[in-house]
């Protein structure tokens, strides 16, 4: 089971290397996570925006 | 007026958080939450934007606290979509926090809202959430084990596979939406995959497929993680040359984004990569490359694992002195740092060269012989878990009889 030095060329040329020869040093490289994102500009606009322009009109209506 | 102050501070918060000080963010969201508001989709909001503050400072508990606010009012007013986004929210939250089942359920509510609503974006983003929770699940259970990539338990290949599943679901949603970022990270995460289920080919293949889309947006931190990835998956299939290439962009672009811990990082994969080359020199002097930022950055691990790796190729090359130099120094980290296979290995290898020394004054050889022949069998017995952990398993050391009489 163990990688001797006598033994490493001949493994090397094989085409897959046995997997217990293999140094872990690699540290997969992940994609960053996406988070769900709401906004109080999103809401505000459309709900007091809303209300803004109904008031506006509304006024001018009572005019 | 009250509610304009709660507005107003939120607003601040939001502005922080856009610009990068998620800090200061959170203190202006905090204060707008302690003023407080009646308008619940408002709230939500404010909410929300917390929990994600939290989650980026790396602050899971009150990330997890704030999502599920968040979660908890969207329902009382019956906000479906803010529902659905609380949901992903949450349910990456738990992934993070190790809770797998609780996020595999908070993913599928987020996918099912955005089904119900046919809301094809929130669907595709729930279906890559759903992959990285049974990714990290995946890689959770394996590495409680000591698997190599593509030597898996069952449960463990399961969750792989779902996550590969759902990240080539995601892909066909994005590429039919022409979301070519979105694209890159399901290729990056699907290569990951394909690479710890051990399919090497495809996972460099979508690893390729991630290296283009991020030269395409001149994403330079996204490609020097597909060289990275593209390294690993090349020493899997035995081709070492080209994974060192990899390795060699990956180190290039490290230095060029001042980034000191993936330079180490590359150094030492460069390190291993010519130690299976069996070019030790050049071994060493990236295995000395990545001691020194090692030290620099008082990672004691890592420097544990750089005189390892140094005392075994040392010992290939026969320089014993310094063999024995880093392997009593692995000892003195190991110890220090409390990784007892870390020690146990050190002792192994100190005794190893200290045979090796011993011997180069006798000239005995078939009494040798026979000392290897119980050598042998004793490291059979010798508990697999000491030597995988301390970096794994590349028994340089071992000296076979040929390589014992060479140097008599």
């Not at chain 2, 008082?298 to 002195?321: F, P, Q, V």
Request: charged letters at 25%; glycine letters at 8%.
């Amino acid at each position: 089971p163990c990688m001797k030095p006598g033994r490493q060329a001949a493994e090397l040329q094989s085409k897959v290397v046995p997997s217990k020869q293999i140094l872990h040093s690699d540290n997969m490289e992940m994609e960053p996570e996406t988070m769900e994102t709401k906004s109080v500009t999103d809401y505000f606009s459309k709900l007091h925006m809303g209300s803004l322009v109904y008031s506006c009109t509304s006024k001018r209506k009572n005019k | 007026r009250m509610e304009a102050s709660c507005l107003e501070l939120a607003l601040e918060g939001e502005r922080l958080c856009k610009a990068g000080d998620c800090r200061a963010g959170v203190s202006f969201f905090e204060a707008a939450v302690q003023v407080g508001t009646e308008d619940l989709k408002t709230l939500s909001a404010i909410y929300s934007q917390l929990g994600n503050a939290y989650f980026y400072l790396h602050e899971y508990a009150k990330a997890l606290e704030y999502h599920h606010h968040d979660l908890t009012l969207a329902r009382t007013i019956g906000d479906l979509l803010g529902e659905a986004k609380a949901s992903g929210n949450l349910g990456n939250t738990l992934k993070v926090l190790g809770n797998f089942e609780e996020a595999i359920a908070c993913c599928q509510r987020h996918l099912d809202i955005s089904r119900e609503l046919n809301d094809k974006v929130g669907e595709a983003r729930a279906l890559y959430n759903l992959g990285n929770v049974y990714h990290s699940k995946g890689k959770n259970v394996a590495s409680a084990g000591t698997h190599d990539p593509g030597e898996l338990p069952d449960d463990v290949r399961n969750a792989l596979q779902k996550a590969a599943n759902y990240y080539e679901e995601n892909l066909t949603i994005v590429t039919e939406l022409g979301d070519r970022a979105a694209q890159g990270r399901a290729f990056g995460n699907l290569g990951n995959t394909h690479y710890l289920l051990g399919n090497f080919r495809s996972a460099v293949l979508a690893h390729e497929q991630r290296l283009l889309i991020a030269k395409e947006f001149g994403d330079r931190s996204a490609e020097r993680r597909a060289y990275s990835n593209l390294g690993n998956a090349h020493i899997f299939l035995g081709e070492f040359e080209t994974a060192a290439e990899y390795y060699k962009r990956t180190l290039q672009l490290a230095r060029q984004l001042k980034d000191r811990a993936v330079e180490a990082q590359a150094c030492y994969s460069l390190g291993n990569t010519y130690t299976l080359l069996q070019d030790y020199e050049k071994a060493i002097d990236y295995h000395l490359k990545h001691l020194v930022i090692a030290q620099e950055l008082n990672d004691k691990i890592g420097e544990g694992r750089a005189c390892w790796s140094l005392g075994n190729a040392y010992t290939a090359l026969g320089n014993h002195d310094q063999a024995m130099h880093f392997a009593e120094r692995h000892l003195e980290i190991s110890r220090e740092v409390g990784d007892r296979s870390g020690e146990l290995t050190a002792r192994l290898n100190l005794s190893d060269l200290q045979m090796v020394l011993g011997l180069s004054y006798s000239t005995n050889n078939s009494m040798m012989s026979e000392s290897r022949v119980v050598e042998n069998s004793l490291s059979g017995t010798r508990p697999r878990v000491g030597r995988r952990h301390s970096m794994e398993n590349m028994e340089l050391m071992k000296l076979t009889p040929e390589k014992v009489q060479n140097w008599n």
